[in-house]
């Protein structure tokens, strides 16, 4: 049996006359089968229907906030950003000040000040921090990319999107999402050249798929690796 693409929940139903796909927020992927079903075939139906899958989870993964509580704020000790190999430690010092801030005060140390204990406030200013984190670190990378690959876009941009690493317009321009920070990075050189792959074939056809395979072989491995990593975005960026 060739193994699936996706982790799923086997459910044999007496009632069930076809096959039949369903994602819940707690449950994810639920296969259900009539009895006696040939369970060889299941891999091959969801690599049929995989951009359905990816797209039905991502909208669970969307709504699961709203069944989980939401834990008590606290500042992060540590903020590691495993696409350029950096581990901060979070320092943190209240103040009077209606806000919040943050300065890099030496190599690896971050020093959050003001309101810290203001959870609006505190993550406000870890969001600034972030997206300059982006643009010093991932737009030097998207750059080297497009001429390793000869893949040119216009204009880029740095964003936090809830449900898209990246983005890439029809007229050449790519949005970061700064949360590409928590990836690894061949995860984030993935995502980057997929969308640059945008820039000459727009769409999920053969071509694009043929030319993302051309630019970086063994692609599948990283876009089925995607759906799960928003886990390993912290709460504060999300």
């Known amino acids: ?3 699936a693409l996706f982790d799923y929940r086997l459910r044999v ?3 069930a006359r076809h ?3 369903r994602v819940t927020v707690q449950g994810g992927l639920e296969v259900v089968v009539p009895r006696g079903y040939d369970q060889t075939k299941i891999p091959k139906l969801l690599e049929k229907k995989k951009h359905w ?4 989870l991502d909208r669970a993964e969307e709504n699961r906030k709203f069944f989980e509580p939401e834990p008590a704020w606290r500042l992060p000790i540590q903020i590691k950003f495993p696409s350029v190999g ?3 430690h979070v320092e943190k010092k209240e103040s009077e000040a209606e806000w919040a801030a943050v300065r890099e005060v030496g190599e690896g140390r971050l020093l959050v000040f003001g309101q810290i204990d203001d959870q609006k406030e505190s993550r406000e200013a870890l969001g600034r921090w972030l997206m300059r984190q982006t643009r010093e670190h991932l737009i030097p990378r998207l750059q080297t990319l497009s001429l390793k690959t000869g893949l040119k876009y216009k204009r880029v941009f740095v964003k936090r999107q809830r449900t898209r690493w990246a983005s890439c317009s029809r007229h050449g321009t790519i949005s970061l999402n700064a949360k590409l920070l928590f990836l690894p990075s061949q995860v984030v050189d993935y995502v980057m050249i997929h969308e640059l792959c945008h820039t000459r074939e727009m769409s999920h056809s053969r071509r694009f798929w ?3 395979e051309q630019q970086f072989p063994g692609y599948r491995e990283f ?3 995607l759906r799960k990593m928003w886990k390993t975005v912290p709460r504060w960026a999300m």
Request: charged share 30%; no cysteine; net charge negative.
């Open 223 to 225: 876009d089925d690796q």
């Open 19 to 21: 096959i039949r796909l």
């Open 1 to 3: 049996m060739s193994e």
């Open 86 to 88: 950096v581990v901060w």
């Open 53 to 56: 899958i990816r797209a039905a």
């Open 210 to 212: 043929d030319l993302l």
């Open 13 to 15: 139903s007496p009632k």
